[in-house]
């Protein structure tokens, strides 16, 4: 298969991008959760290139490729703090809001609030919704993976 597009990114949307990116990293989440983040939103959107990418981005955190091959089936793994828990819960039910799944419960919400104060809440779920666009996008073009931004 082949994307649809070659890179169409204008000047602003890039800059638009950086800003995010800056206001996500600013949050003072561990920048290995958000990387768990990005990953685990990525693999329920079957997004190939985000993955890839997430993976690699990951690798240079200092991930292992043992949590990385977990993230997947991370209720079912001792691979996982509770604090990154919380997040990959946060990040599921955010991220499958069109599965008729209840979305972010008070529950999922209280287990965040636990382990994340308000500004590092706000950069996870900006951290999710940044992710879930470009999967979209990535999605709708055929962006191939193997790519890393």
């Not at 990418?53 to 949590?67: I, M, P, Y």
């Amino acid at each position: 298969m082949e994307a649809r597009m070659k890179s169409v990114a204008s000047l602003d949307l890039i800059t638009g991008i950086e800003h995010l990116h800056k206001a996500i990293h600013a949050g003072g989440v561990d920048p290995l959760v958000l990387e768990l983040v990005h990953l685990r939103a990525s693999q329920i959107n079957g997004c190939s290139p985000c993955v890839f990418a997430g993976v690699q981005s990951a690798k240079k955190h200092g991930e292992t490729d043992e949590r990385l091959h977990s993230v997947v089936t991370w209720r079912e793994t001792p691979f996982f703090t509770e604090e990154e828990r919380a997040a990959l819960a946060l990040t599921e039910a955010a991220t499958r809001i069109q599965d008729g799944s209840p979305g972010v419960t008070d529950e999922i919400w209280d287990a965040a609030a636990t382990h994340f104060d308000e500004k590092q809440i706000f950069a996870i779920i900006l951290n999710i919704a940044l992710t879930n666009f470009f999967n979209r996008i990535n999605h709708t073009i055929r962006e191939q993976a193997g790519k890393t931004w």
